[in-house]
């Protein structure tokens, strides 16, 4: 079950061929880390197990899986032993070293101190729907985007997939569905908001577990706040959260859906039956938020979506010098650390 999701448009030009996929994936598998390699990444089964496909196709749907794995090494470590190292070198030289040799002196600490360093594994899963012509990735935080559309690019020659624009903002949307009081069909409101002004001071109100129909809530509409969050409801099916980008956060299910749907496959594989589910509420989900935000605008020749980040740095190679690479690609590890990690399916 995705937690939370991004989606981006796959034009059907653009989108990659079932029969070559687990190919293609295969040329990008998970390899646990080096030793001195900060994090690394690869195409993992997603239905588990050690020689399953790497893309399972579930009533149409593509389903993969990126496995992380990135070595914990805290900042304060290094700075430490970055500190040790240019006392050393200030005793030895008589001279404190400047900005351009302590930045050396960084990767020299990461080569030593990267060995040590305890492991840990995250993954982000991947969900192609051919049909709706999307790609959807079960993460929010730029770094997980980033690594999960670079290695998708990189795995699969001419994946492009594209922002997902619609007619009308999210933002204004929302500010008009809390000021009338109603959603689009099929949705509700939630009980969970947040408002921002956009002045300079950013004054920020945040409900949890309120209702939304106060006239506290309409005061700060009409002084012009925005809105940068909602929850939603689906059907009395699905809980989410909508951000102001697009995204969707806190997906949860109700527990009557698992028992009454879940009833009906539980003959099936786990993970299939898992699978129908998810892909099944979410294809009929996606489309009704899109429309209730003024439909979908594509076509409009917008380049394929770019990792905020030009793309996850290479690991260093052992006994090979690199002046920033460790450093970077720590920076990048450190930033993943703290992203979207969802539950197995």
Same mark, same amino acid.
Request: proline share 8%; aromatic share 4%.
């Given at each position: 079950?995705? =937690?939370?999701?991004?989606?981006?448009?796959?034009?059907?030009?653009?989108?990659?061929?079932?029969?070559?996929?687990?190919?293609?994936?295969?040329?990008?598998?998970? $390899?646990?880390?080096?030793?001195?390699?900060?994090?690394?990444?690869?195409?993992?089964?997603?239905?588990?197990?050690?020689?399953?496909?790497?893309?399972?196709?579930? /009533?149409?749907?593509?389903?993969? =899986?990126?496995?992380?794995?990135?070595?914990?090494?805290?900042?304060? +470590?290094?700075?430490?032993?970055?500190?040790?190292?240019?006392?050393?070198?200030?005793?030895?030289?008589?001279?404190?070293?400047?900005?351009?040799?302590?930045?050396?002196?960084?990767?020299?600490?990461?080569?030593?101190?990267?060995?040590?360093?305890?492991?840990?594994?995250?993954?982000?899963?991947?969900?192609?729907?051919?049909?709706?012509?999307?790609?959807?990735?079960? !993460?929010?935080?730029?770094?997980?985007?980033?690594?999960?559309?670079?290695?998708?690019? $990189?795995?699969?020659?001419?994946?492009?997939?594209?922002?997902?624009?619609?007619?009308? %903002?999210?933002?204004?949307?929302?500010?008009?569905?809390?000021?009338?009081?109603?959603?689009?069909?099929?949705?509700?409101?939630?009980?969970?908001?947040?408002?921002? %002004?956009?002045? +300079?001071?950013?004054?920020?109100?945040?409900?949890?577990?309120?209702?939304?129909?106060?006239?506290?809530?309409?005061?700060?509409?009409?002084?012009? $706040?925005? +809105?940068?969050?909602?929850?939603?409801?689906?059907?009395?099916?699905?809980?989410? +959260?909508? !951000?102001? /980008?697009?995204?969707?956060? $806190?997906?949860?299910?109700?527990?009557?859906?698992?028992?009454?749907?879940?009833?009906?496959?539980?003959?099936?594989?786990?993970?299939?039956?898992?699978?129908?589910?998810?892909?099944?509420?979410?294809?009929?989900?996606?489309?009704?938020?899109?429309?209730?935000?003024?439909?979908?605008?594509?076509?409009?020749?917008?380049?394929?979506?770019?990792?905020?980040?030009?793309?996850?740095?290479?690991?260093?190679?052992? /006994?090979?010098?690199?002046?920033?690479?460790?450093?970077?690609?720590?920076?990048?590890? /450190?930033?993943?650390?703290?992203?979207?990690?969802?539950?197995?399916?």
């Amino acid at each position: 079950m995705f =937690k939370s999701l991004t989606a981006y448009h796959l034009p059907a030009a653009a989108q990659p061929d079932p029969e070559r996929l687990d190919e293609q994936l295969a040329a990008l598998p998970f $390899k646990p880390c080096g030793p001195v390699e900060p994090i690394s990444f690869g195409f993992v089964p997603p239905r588990g197990g050690e020689h399953g496909p790497l893309a399972e196709r579930v /009533n149409g749907h593509l389903l993969l =899986k990126l496995q992380f794995e990135q070595r914990l090494l805290p900042g304060s +470590v290094v700075r430490d032993r970055v500190d040790a190292l240019a006392q050393k070198l200030e005793q030895e030289s008589g001279r404190k070293p400047g900005a351009k040799r302590r930045r050396e002196l960084k990767d020299e600490a990461l080569i030593d101190l990267l060995p040590q360093a305890f492991t840990r594994q995250s993954s982000v899963r991947v969900w192609i729907a051919p049909m709706l012509e999307l790609l959807v990735v079960d !993460a929010t935080a730029t770094a997980r985007l980033d690594a999960a559309l670079t290695a998708l690019t $990189k795995a699969v020659p001419g994946l492009a997939p594209q922002p997902l624009q619609t007619a009308e %903002s999210p933002a204004a949307c929302m500010k008009a569905w809390l000021a009338d009081g109603v959603a689009p069909a099929g949705f509700g409101i939630g009980r969970e908001a947040e408002l921002r %002004s956009t002045d +300079v001071q950013a004054a920020t109100v945040r409900y949890t577990r309120h209702a939304l129909d106060g006239e506290d809530l309409q005061q700060h509409l009409a002084a012009g $706040k925005e +809105v940068r969050k909602l929850q939603l409801n689906w059907k009395d099916r699905l809980d989410f +959260v909508l !951000a102001e /980008n697009g995204q969707l956060s $806190k997906l949860k299910l109700d527990d009557g859906v698992f028992e009454a749907d879940g009833a009906e496959h539980s003959e099936q594989d786990p993970f299939d039956g898992d699978a129908l589910l998810l892909t099944g509420e979410l294809a009929q989900l996606l489309p009704a938020l899109f429309e209730g935000l003024g439909g979908r605008v594509d076509g409009l020749g917008a380049a394929p979506a770019q990792p905020a980040s030009s793309a996850i740095p290479s690991a260093q190679a052992p /006994n090979r010098p690199a002046a920033t690479s460790a450093a970077a690609a720590l920076a990048v590890a /450190n930033s993943l650390q703290d992203g979207d990690d969802a539950p197995p399916w």
